[in-house]
């Protein structure tokens, strides 16, 4: 169905190709998913599939890649709308018209599809994603989960025996991703549709994959096959394929069922141990930086916040959990002094931070937004960091100093945008971390990045709170959570539902419980690292 | 009958995007043709009461402000250039700024010298007309997606797409764009006000922006927009040729109509000329392109009253015009603006959209109803 044929892709202006030498092919009915590290160029390779690259995005493509028989470089994009559909990683940036019924027939219109035949497609669309009751809701109300199975919808609809899908839940929460996952999966199975998925967390999916295609990145030549044969060795893979790894399973487990099964001895050898020893201690904490009082805010007629009240510490990190528009944003906003409370009040160190100047406001609370690029715009990782000095009034080489920190081999010359993801993030942190905020407020840090890029950013956060900082990280990725989080808050419908140490709040929870947790339950152990130690603390205890 | 017919009259729906567009652009020539500046702050003030009578819930509704916003600064702007580089007018001088001599070859451009009010209020006309013209398109903007007025549009424009797209839609992305922008200063420690603030943040808007309608762009085309019909490539090239002739012919026609001045050849006949050329392209494209429409706008009641009003306005501007000089106060010298009873009678009628236009659905109206009648 998708086969591509010594595929090289370069971008103008690049000194080395983005893919060089790709050649596999998807068959009919697959669920194939791409997996690799930042920047390896997985969208790339997507965006191939229908020819935006290099149509849309400038650059050269030598091979071919042929797509039910047709050659990209002869047919356009939308000469192949009828037999590709590809969804991008925001939809809303895809989106064309306003409502959800308009957005399902545009393809069709343009398609020429007979008027009846476009009523009942909508409906079947309607009906298999479950989009019925949102038919006549403007797009820009919709939740991140229901956007992205409109944008999926809106493809289906002209009928594509593919579909490609660029990190489809990276911005949902556990249960939209799931939502988004099962609607994917029912096509595979009921439909036969072809489809090709990137994503970066491989727990979510991996389960459901027949094929990967790893892109490795730096050039080096891409792996194809069955999932048990490229985690076999690879450096990118989901919690559960790493506990299986480390309790020497094979075959690898790919789902959390698959590992719960053989998992039993695992379980009776960890049984005796004490996992409170695994958690921080509250005396270790500092002051209190931030306070929220009875803090409600509403945008036009909604309400996002209603009555919050909350106290950070310095040096802990708490997780900020919920659904997509429960109002984890909007806190951090009002935290940063972005938006001015409807009611109730915000004291970071004992000031409201909305009516703190803009140069003052840094030197209390930093905020590391969701699109951490919107930070940026000089162009040199160096002109950052001198004009990062410059804004918040610091001696110069301040910036770059924390920025040596966090992100060491970095060239000052490269512009930002060719940073990788997880440098980027890293400069944007270090622009916020230069004027030393005592409270740090992270938005969905990890979207985007692999597991070595959390597993960094992850060190970084937990040195942060060691130095004093109080951090916050409003996120979606229970992994992380585990991995970082001493407490986690969980908002919903703007209110606070979950307040406490993080391994009480997710261990037991079906939505937000880790991988590790869900294999090993009722044991409380989070992560794979934690098993690790507790394995070795079992065998120093039955030697003594 | 007569409860049932007002409730299809008002039923909630949106109006076709035409219809907002014919009344927007109405209004603007209106602006364009006067310098009085009761009857500008008239043209912003109708303007601005149906957007807020009659905008959707929806991102793009919010951008009348910012037009209004954008049409402040043109004024000041205008005001400050008079001040520096005018030219100077004689009459009640308010103030003098020192005067620089320019070398022989600047003749022509003064720079500094007395300032008149006469000059300064010439200044404010001219750019009250300026901003009156932008909340025109603010109002039109506001009042109905670019969405909606790209897929109204017809057949065979879309061979140009990509450019269509971005044109369409690049402004109120702009505006998108510029707020991330402003937070994203804030986070940085930078002052969110001020002319530095505006001026560093212009080139990052842009972009933004800009990537916005490329993406756009190429998510229209992965799903067959602008899609090669089954007509041969010499009627795609023979329909593009007319297109690309009747809008330089109706762009020509209008500044014709709009500029008193103009040889009368660049007015009705070349807009006739415009509409033919068009009129061909339709026939000619229609062919070769296979489109259909689901749910399309219908052209009824509501939609003939508010482009009505908005021709009834400007043809009221068209008669005062022909009758006297209310239209261009004097400035020099300077007197009190007369008020023209018919152009305001036609603006008031140019408010009419604000009652007899539709209810944009509201998003109470669209969620399903959560009781399932038994």
């Known amino acids: 169905m998708i086969r591509f044929e010594h595929v090289t892709i370069t971008y103008p202006e690049a000194t080395a190709p983005t893919l060089i030498d790709v050649s596999f092919e998807v068959p009919e009915g697959e669920l194939c998913l791409v997996v690799g590290v930042t920047g390896s160029g997985k969208s790339t390779l997507l965006r191939a599939v229908n020819g935006l690259v290099p149509r849309f995005s400038g650059g050269v493509l030598a091979g071919s890649v042929v797509i039910d028989g047709r050659t990209t470089s002869e047919v356009a994009p939308r000469d192949l709308a009828d037999v590709v559909g590809v969804v991008g990683q925001d939809p809303a940036a895809g989106f064309v018209t306003d409502y959800v019924e308009d957005e399902l027939a545009y393809a069709m219109e343009n398609l020429g599809v007979a008027p009846d035949v476009m009523r009942r497609r909508v409906e079947d669309i309607l009906d298999l994603l479950g989009l019925h009751e949102l038919r006549h809701r403007p797009l820009a109300s919709l939740s991140g989960g229901q956007q992205q199975r409109v944008a999926i919808g809106s493809v289906l609809t002209a009928g594509p025996r593919v579909l490609v899908l660029d990190e489809p839940t990276s911005a949902l929460d556990p249960a939209a991703a799931e939502e988004v996952i099962a609607a994917l999966t029912r096509l595979v199975h009921d439909l036969g549709i072809t489809v090709l998925i990137a994503e970066h967390r491989l727990e979510r999916v991996v389960q459901y994959a027949d094929r990967i295609v790893m892109v490795p990145g730096d050039g080096r030549p891409v792996v194809v096959g069955t999932p048990a044969e490229v985690f076999g060795e690879s450096v990118v893979a989901p919690p559960v394929v790493e506990l299986g790894r480390l309790a020497g399973w094979s075959p690898l487990p790919l789902s959390v069922r698959d590992a719960r099964r053989v998992a039993g001895p695992l379980r009776d050898q960890l049984a005796a141990i004490d996992t409170a020893v695994f958690s921080r201690s509250p005396n270790s904490l500092g002051e209190v930086v931030a306070i929220t009082d009875s803090l409600q805010a509403s945008y036009g007629p909604v309400t996002a916040l209603r009555g919050v009240d909350l106290e950070f510490r310095a040096g802990e990190v708490v997780a900020l959990m919920g659904r997509n528009g429960a109002g984890k944003s909007t806190l951090l906003t009002h935290l940063v002094g972005l938006r001015e409370p409807a009611s109730g009040a915000v004291q970071v160190l004992g000031s409201q931070p909305h009516r703190l100047s803009a140069r003052d406001v840094v030197r209390v609370a930093g905020l590391v937004p969701q699109d951490s690029g919107v930070l940026l715009y000089h162009d040199t990782v160096l002109a950052e960091c001198s004009a990062s000095d410059r804004d918040a009034g610091l001696a110069h080489g301040a910036t770059r100093k924390v920025l040596d920190r966090i992100v060491p081999d970095i060239d000052p010359l490269t512009h930002p945008r060719d940073l990788s993801e997880g440098q980027r993030l890293g400069l944007a942190l270090s622009i916020v971390l230069a004027s030393e905020p005592p409270l740090l407020l992270l938005d969905e840090p990890t979207r985007g990045l692999d597991y070595g890029a959390k597993q960094r950013l992850v060190e970084v956060l937990a040195q942060l709170a060691a130095d004093g900082h109080a951090v916050v990280i409003a996120t979606h990725d229970v992994e992380v959570v585990a991995a970082v989080a001493d407490r986690c808050i969980v908002l919903a419908e703007g209110e606070v539902v979950a307040d406490g140490p993080a391994r009480d709040v997710v261990v037991h929870s079906p939505v937000f419980a880790p991988q590790v947790a869900k294999v090993l339950a009722p044991l409380a152990l989070l992560t794979v690292h934690e098993v690790e130690l507790a394995l070795a603390a079992a065998s120093d205890s039955s030697y003594s | ?374």
Not at chain 2, 150 to 161: F, H, K, N, Q, S
Not at chain 2, 278 to 285: E, M, P, S, T
């Open chain 2, 1 to 374: 009958m007569g409860p049932d017919a007002k409730v299809a009259m008002t039923a909630p729906r949106l109006l076709h995007p035409g219809a907002w567009w014919l009344w927007a652009v109405a209004l603007a020539a209106c602006a364009l043709r006067t310098t009085n500046p009761v009857l500008l702050c008239l043209i912003i003030s109708v303007a601005g009461w149906v957007v807020v009578s009659r905008r959707a819930d929806v991102p793009w509704s919010r951008s009348f402000a910012s037009f209004l916003r954008l049409g402040t600064i043109v004024i000041v702007m205008r005001v400050a250039f008079q001040i520096l580089f005018g030219v100077r007018v004689p009459g009640t001088t308010m103030f003098t700024i020192p005067e620089v001599t320019l070398p022989g070859w600047a003749a022509g451009v003064s720079l500094g010298g007395p300032v008149t009010i006469e000059s300064l209020m010439a200044a404010v006309y001219q750019g009250l007309r300026l901003a009156a013209v932008l909340a025109c398109f603010g109002a039109a903007t506001s009042l109905c997606s670019p969405y909606r007025m790209l897929r109204a549009l017809p057949t065979v424009l879309y061979e140009a797409g990509v450019a269509v797209t971005i044109a369409f839609t690049f402004a109120p992305q702009a505006i998108v764009s510029s707020r991330q922008v402003r937070e994203a200063r804030r986070l940085r420690g930078r002052s969110d006000r001020g002319v530095r603030a505006w001026t560093a943040s212009a080139l990052p808007v842009l972009e933004g922006a800009l990537d916005r309608a490329v993406a756009l762009a190429a998510s229209m085309d992965s799903r067959g927009y602008g899609r090669r019909g089954s007509g041969s490539p010499a009627v795609r090239r023979r329909s593009i040729g007319l297109v690309l002739l009747g809008l330089v012919a109706i762009a020509v026609g209008s500044y014709g109509l709009l500029d008193p001045g103009a040889p009368a050849l660049f007015r009705i006949p070349a807009l006739a000329l415009g509409a033919a050329a068009l009129l061909g392209a339709l026939i000619a494209g229609g062919k070769s392109t296979t489109r259909t429409r689901y749910r399309p706008d219908p052209w009824a009641a509501p939609e003939w009253i508010v482009s009505m009003a908005g021709l009834v306005a400007f043809g009221s501007f068209v008669i005062v015009g022909r009758m006297g000089s209310a239209l261009s106060p004097s400035t020099n010298p300077l007197e009190v603006p007369a008020v023209p009873l018919i152009a305001v009678v036609g603006l008031l009628v140019g408010t009419l959209p604000a009652w007899f236009a539709p209810h944009p659905p509201t998003l109470a109206s669209t969620s399903a109803p959560l009781v399932v009648a038994a």
